[in-house]
């Protein structure tokens, strides 16, 4: 029995093998591997001692943050499985289609048997006690998955309603395997998330899973991937399917010149092992294929790499002859290399257990250890850059001298920066990226994190720049799935979990600090790491406890759920009293739902899950004055302000603010402006506070503009005709200090008060002059189908749905794929799929290889913007015109006015209901 990592030199011992099994063996190698098993075998999870004596920063080298990023239900969790199973993490593999995965541990996904939220998992490979362990200095003549290491491993869902889930994973992971099915090839969504990863700048490796089903196509997804994620795809080994077109039985692997084969039926742990020789008297065509593999794969590594090219002369040209360990070197600097557009590719049958260990070595092999990796990407003071610059000091070098020349309403973050901010950036100790939250019914809510400088301790104070608050991080964690060890501390580059903090969330930043201030020093309270800008939610449900009781016990449980996930929004109708629950998709929402309900045991129902329209006024309101002035518990309140609302287009905010503007910000697609004009704001203090002499005590600058802002954002929560929340909108505060200031009366709850009616009465003021109208969400859509249906598919979008093509390309414009809203690629040219090599497929003639067939199964791409509400229970309907084969991916593109026409038929429609 061996769980072998394969891609790795030939060993003395395990060349001499041929076509017998690897399980009859016994060298030296093997029974060393053979005892760890024997080892692991007897305990589910390994375990790490709570001295992290070795988990410091040598052993990062042997460190591997790495994500499986796919289209749904390519075989991720399937894949993992097996891995934790050959790891020796677990004993036996579990079954999606059973429910009974590690990874996906929650009952929601168990019961879907879809992955819906990310778990971190930690194991070895090859099996050992990873990083810890090992010596520190390696032989650099045998592949590094010769020895052990530690793998953390994010499992990232696949649906797109999970897209944020899948950035937020994405964001802390140093490289990525990339799962395709073989018969599907590459889908729309698999460009998505491809195009998500190349934004982090994140080092791929492909694996074209599925090849034991009818119809697989190895090559034809090799061409995929050049022409539709145009990268250049190195085929390092080729599938073997018995007899060139029989079952699927292993692979022939292109670096090592070998031939893997797998037993049908067994847990996949034994590994027949031939060498060319062998291969040539066992499946002749193979080898001869694999030969040709070889040559293209040594040919287009040196198109990129000087050295393979060097090592090519010294092997007399010889394609065959190059060692492969020089080949794993030139696949790791080229997949490194952020220019070089290479992607290793490999194959195998998750499923039936075939394939999954030498893409395991291929992990070790050519992904990036955590400092191998792009420097990650932080804001500070608005300011943006590498981490590692900022702490070497250059990036706010830079920027000082960029501000040299202030910029209006800006004023205080930029003198922030001026203040010594190299000895501000010396102060800090480490940051961390808190990328999940997950609330555990036995251990309380657990904060994943990983941590990129310096080291988290247990019971560090944690200031949240996110949340501008500190806490204590009593308990931390490393985790395997759902089991935990205790640990001291987490240094940087590695992945843990903190225990017992209150408010952190998913995609906060935590940093620890120097000095014994309750706040970092300026600008540490600014730094983010990685941040991602979230859309608007576009559907929406009302939720509501069954009795009066419950509602505390609710509240509580949305309140966790939004810190799992930040995409959830929560409001309350100030009329209805409604608590109403948005979020990016319907699926997106029942889970929610779900997790409500069975997992926090909320007693609370939720209504029908409805779109997310919104209203926009047509024109300028007049300028409306309210003056507030009532008792509340017990204590007169009195205070004003003026509001004009307007519909905007822009939302840039910088060229509104001058000397009197105490606020310029845009919040939710409406833009917020607070003046005060004569209020003569002081920002010179010593403690970076600001005053007003005209204010009265317990008031300052900086709750006056909070109390203003918070009630201008309960108004714009409910447009004054179709009560849907207000966008495009701007709303001008004006606070007069002489007539909207009344001494000690004026609270911050009075101010705010006054500018929620202030707000209220501009909005109702525009009923009596240019009126308002309803927007509605209307979507980037991207559909692949093959050409057979492109006609019907085409027509339905544009006649029966009222969207625009935009594109019918087999490209697919990578700006458009990428839901973060930023541009994923740069603007490289296009791979020409006939000069990419890949083998033959079943069924092909030989020279199909250097030809694409054009078929009725040509994949094509439409692109186009499409209403969200056309768009509801679209899988099914496309399914129905494209035979099963049709997938699309959307995105909230904007919102758009409707037309008289179609707002009288939604209104209608809602009215009396779906
Ligand atoms: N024939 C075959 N089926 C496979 C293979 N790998 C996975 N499957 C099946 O494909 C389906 C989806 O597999 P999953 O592992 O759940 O896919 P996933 O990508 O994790 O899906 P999500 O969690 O929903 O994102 C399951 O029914 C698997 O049994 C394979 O190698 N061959």
């Given at each position: 029995m061996v769980v072998a990592p394969l891609l790795r030199l030939p060993q003395p011992g395990l060349r001499c093998m041929g076509s017998t099994l690897y399980k009859s063996q016994a060298s030296p190698m093997k029974s060393r591997i053979y005892s760890q098993i024997c080892r692991l075998g007897g305990q589910t999870a390994p375990c790490f001692s709570t001295s992290v004596s070795r988990w410091q920063t040598e052993t990062l080298d042997r460190t591997r943050n790495i994500g499986i990023i796919a289209h749904i239900d390519a075989g991720k969790t399937t894949t993992t499985e097996r891995m934790l199973f050959y790891s020796g993490f677990t004993r036996r593999i579990g079954d999606v289609d059973e429910g009974s995965t590690v990874t996906d541990f929650l009952p929601a996904e168990r019961a879907r048997g879809i992955t819906i939220q990310s778990a971190?998992?930690?194991?070895?490979?090859?099996?050992?006690?990873?990083?810890?362990?090992?010596?520190?200095?390696?032989?650099?003549?045998?592949?590094?998955?010769?020895?052990?290491?530690?793998?953390?491993?994010?499992?990232?869902?696949?649906?797109?309603?999970?897209?944020?889930?899948?950035?937020?994973?994405?964001?802390?992971?140093?490289?990525?395997v990339c799962i395709l099915d073989g018969v599907a090839g590459v889908e729309a969504q698999t460009e998505q998330v491809w195009n998500q990863a190349s934004t982090y700048k994140i080092p791929r490796v492909i694996y074209v899973n599925k090849l034991d089903r009818d119809g697989a196509a190895f090559g034809r997804t090799v061409r995929e991937v050049s022409s539709r994620l145009a990268v250049y795809p190195a085929v390092c080994q080729i599938p073997w399917f018995e007899g060139g077109n029989g079952a699927f039985v292993g692979v022939a692997d292109a670096i090592n010149l070998q031939g893997l084969r797998w037993k049908e039926g067994e847990d996949g742990r034994s590994v027949k092992m031939m060498d060319l020789e062998q291969l040539d008297a066992e499946e002749s065509s193979l080898a001869?294929?694999?030969?040709?593999?070889?040559?293209?794969?040594?040919?287009?590594?040196s198109e990129q790499d000087e050295a393979i090219?060097?090592?090519?002369?010294?092997?007399?040209?010889?394609?065959?002859?190059?060692?492969?360990?020089?080949?794993?070197?030139?696949?790791?600097?080229?997949?490194?290399?952020?220019?070089?557009?290479?992607?290793?590719?490999?194959?195998?049958?998750?499923?039936?257990?075939?394939?999954?260990?030498?893409?395991?070595?291929?992990?070790?092999?050519?992904l990036p250890s955590p400092p191998e990796a792009p420097d990650p990407e932080v804001s500070i003071g608005g300011v943006k850059g590498g981490l590692r610059r900022l702490l070497s000091g250059d990036l706010i070098v830079e920027q000082n001298e960029k501000a040299s020349a202030p910029v209006k309403g800006k004023k205080k973050k930029k003198a922030a920066l001026q203040a010594?901010?190299?000895d501000a950036i010396s102060?800090?100790?480490?940051?961390?990226?808190?990328?999940?939250?997950?609330?555990?019914?036995?251990?309380?809510?657990?904060?994943?994190?990983?941590?990129?400088?310096?080291?988290?301790?247990?019971?560090?104070?944690?200031?949240?720049?996110?949340?501008?608050?500190?806490?204590?991080?009593?308990?931390?964690?490393?985790?395997?799935?759902?089991?935990a060890v205790e640990v001291d501390s987490i240094p940087a580059g590695h992945i843990g979990v903190v225990v017992g903090l209150k408010h952190a969330r998913t995609g906060d930043t935590l940093l620890s600090y120097a000095g014994n201030k309750p706040t970092p020093p300026e600008p540490l309270t600014s730094l983010q790491l990685r941040p991602i800008d979230v859309p608007p939610p576009v559907f929406f449900t009302s939720v509501e406890p069954h009795s009066l009781s419950e509602e505390k016990r609710m509240q509580e449980s949305l309140g966790l759920l939004l810190r799992e996930d930040p995409s959830l929004h929560v409001s309350v109708d100030e009329e209805s009293g409604q608590t109403l629950l948005s979020g990016m998709g319907e699926l997106h929402l029942?889970?929610?739902?779900?997790?409500?309900?069975?997992?926090?045991?909320?007693?609370?129902?939720?209504?029908?899950?409805?779109?997310?329209?919104?209203?926009?006024?047509?024109?300028?309101?007049?300028?409306i004055t309210k003056i507030?002035?009532?008792?509340?518990?017990?204590?007169?309140?009195?205070?004003?302000?003026?509001?004009?609302?307007?519909?905007?287009?822009?939302?840039?905010?910088s060229d509104l603010a001058d000397e009197d503007t105490l606020l310029a910000e845009t919040i939710e697609g409406n833009q917020i402006i607070i003046r005060a004009p004569g209020l003569q704001v002081d920002r010179s203090s010593r403690n970076d506070e600001e005053t007003s002499p005209l204010l009265p005590p317990g008031l300052d600058p900086s709750s006056l503009r909070a109390a203003l802002q918070n009630g201008a954002l309960a108004a714009l929560a409910r447009g004054p005709q179709f009560t849907f929340p207000m966008h495009n909108t701007r709303v001008t505060l004006t606070l007069n200090a002489e007539e909207h200031l009344f001494g000690n009366d004026t609270t911050t709850s009075a101010l705010s008060s006054a500018a929620r009616q202030a707000t209220s009465a501009a909005l109702r003021d525009l009923l009596t002059g240019p009126g308002t109208v309803m927007m509605e969400p209307v979507m980037n859509v991207i559909i692949s189908v093959d050409e057979a249906s492109l006609g019907s598919v085409v027509h339905d979008i544009s006649s029966s749905r009222g969207g625009h093509i935009l594109s019918l390309d087999e490209e697919v414009p990578s700006s458009a794929t990428d839901a973060s809203g930023s541009p994923a690629e740069d603007n490289r040219p296009p791979i020409d799929p006939k000069r990419v090599y890949a083998p033959p497929d079943p069924f092909e003639t030989p020279s199909v290889g250097a030809e694409v067939p054009v078929s009725a199964s040509r994949p094509r791409t439409i692109t186009a913007k499409v209403p969200l509400k056309e768009m509801v229970g679209y899988l099914k309907h496309l399914r129905s015109l494209t035979a099963g084969r049709g997938t699309f991916v959307m995105s909230v593109d904007r919102f758009e006015n409707m037309s008289a026409q179609r707002q009288k038929a939604v209104l209608a429609e809602l009215r009396g209901g779906f």
């Open positions: 971190a998992i930690t194991f070895h490979w090859p099996p050992g006690d990873g990083a810890e362990s090992q010596p520190l200095e390696r032989d650099p003549s045998v592949p590094k998955s010769t020895v052990s290491h530690t793998i953390n491993l994010i499992d990232t869902p696949g649906h797109a309603d999970f897209t944020f889930e899948v950035l937020r994973s994405l964001r802390i992971l140093d490289g990525a001869q294929e694999l030969r040709r593999a070889r040559i293209a794969l040594v040919e287009l590594l090219v060097e090592k090519f002369f010294e092997c007399d040209e010889d394609h065959l002859a190059v060692p492969p360990m020089d080949i794993i070197d030139s696949l790791r600097r080229c997949v490194l290399d952020q220019s070089s557009r290479i992607v290793p590719v490999f194959a195998g049958a998750s499923f039936r257990n075939m394939g999954v260990q030498p893409l395991m070595d291929a992990v070790v092999n050519l010594d901010p190299k102060k800090l100790q480490s940051c961390a990226l808190a990328f999940k939250v997950v609330n555990d019914p036995k251990r309380g809510v657990l904060v994943y994190v990983r941590v990129y400088s310096g080291s988290l301790d247990r019971n560090s104070l944690l200031f949240n720049t996110n949340l501008h608050l500190s806490e204590r991080a009593p308990r931390l964690l490393k985790m395997y799935a759902n089991d029942e889970i929610a739902r779900d997790r409500l309900i069975n997992d926090h045991k909320a007693k609370a129902s939720m209504g029908r899950i409805e779109i997310g329209y919104r209203e926009s006024g047509l024109g300028t309101s007049n300028a507030f002035d009532k008792e509340v518990a017990g204590r007169r309140g009195k205070a004003g302000c003026t509001a004009i609302v307007e519909p905007i287009d822009e939302t840039d905010v």
